[in-house]
């Protein structure tokens, strides 16, 4: 999603001083109560020897406001004016936290995309970032400035428009400033006080990590977790950028929330490090299609074109030249994938029988990096859900993981009988 390296990146022994970049969620931000409470956290970090970079997300509910007032507009929107619109919300954000840092006397200015500039792709909605030129942040440093107020999911396109990078931008935004910066760490505040063996909600007996590796975050931020987005724990891991996920509701101290890092300075060794689950999943099955070369091209290909996010793949054994085809898609995706294959299907693509969904199952994953040296954990998985009486649809692993799918209505007994099977509640 980057397109070459990330440039103004600078080995962190380089830096004449110490860089922090701290990111506050919607949540942290939701009102001037919650704005004056992350101020004080970026304060003390200034005192600590600091200069810090905040990154924020618009104030929560404030994003989806301004998405309704774009739609009762104009449904057929301009995407240029769609990203001037939605942007606005970090704005508002970064201005009032630097507003509250100077009521405390803590030298702080806000920045928005183009000022820095954070310079993208021209895709709006969905722009990448391409480059971070740390010079006019830097420059102020240099001149007395300690706080630099960033405004998240935002940048600048080639073209001087204002651009935004997605849903979850504002990971993405911070972890590229750690990286531009050769920042010490990359503080994520979000509601939630780290990372867990899987969702409290499911599972009373969760525990929170203190230490997860970046291929680890990453498989289960992409298997469902929703505490980092994906695309910021990929910069991370490239540019070894340490993460550290924490509630900005919790009372401050070195050891709060969960440490993002490399994989040798992770110190638990637990097989599994966690558990996730995607909730609404269906699996779509091509019945009876020719067997040949170049078919899952044919089928993969419009669907990828089409927009439809293919996740697992299942070819069944060829008898007589046919053969069935399954895979997983979102749910809400699968109007779009059964339009693509009847296109392709009347256009003389592919030939099929019939094209089943069902759209009633959801996807649970283990994840671990003791997976690579430890023989057995499919089989103890597998006897788990046996045990439960739960049925395992599709199967599909890689070295560090391993995902089933399953009926949707056995995904929270699932869940945690795999939490108690590997151990989860206790630390190795």
Known sequence: ????????????????????????????????????????????????????????????????????????????????????????????????????LQEMDVPARSWQGWQVPVKTTDAHASARIEEIPPANIMAKFDEGMKVAVVAGFQGVSPEGRITTLGRGGSDTTAVAFAAAFGAVRCDIYTDVDGVYTTDPRICDRARKLDRIAFEEMLELASLGAKVLQTRSVELAMRFKVPLRVLSSFEEMSDDAGTLVCAEEDVMESNVVAGVAYSRDEAKMTLISVADRPGIAAAIFGPLSGAGVNVDMIVQNISEDGRTDMTFSCPVDQVLRAQTAMEEAQAGGDISYHDLVADTGVAKVSVVGIGMRSHAGVAAQMFAALSDEGVNIKVITTSEIKISVLIDRKYMELAVQALHDTFGLDTAA
């Open 1 to 100: 999603w980057l397109r070459g390296p990330l440039r103004g990146a600078q080995p962190r022994q380089a830096l004449p001083m110490s860089v922090l970049v701290m990111k506050f969620g919607g949540t942290s931000v939701a009102n001037l109560d919650r704005i004056a409470r992350a101020a004080k956290r970026v304060a003390v970090e200034v005192a600590n020897g600091h200069h810090v970079i905040v990154v924020v997300s618009a104030m929560s509910g404030k994003t989806n406001e301004l998405v309704g007032w774009v739609g009762e507009t104009s449904p057929l929107y301009d995407a240029r004016e769609y990203d001037a619109v939605v942007s606005s919300g970090e704005n508002v954000t970064a201005g009032l936290m630097a507003m509250r």
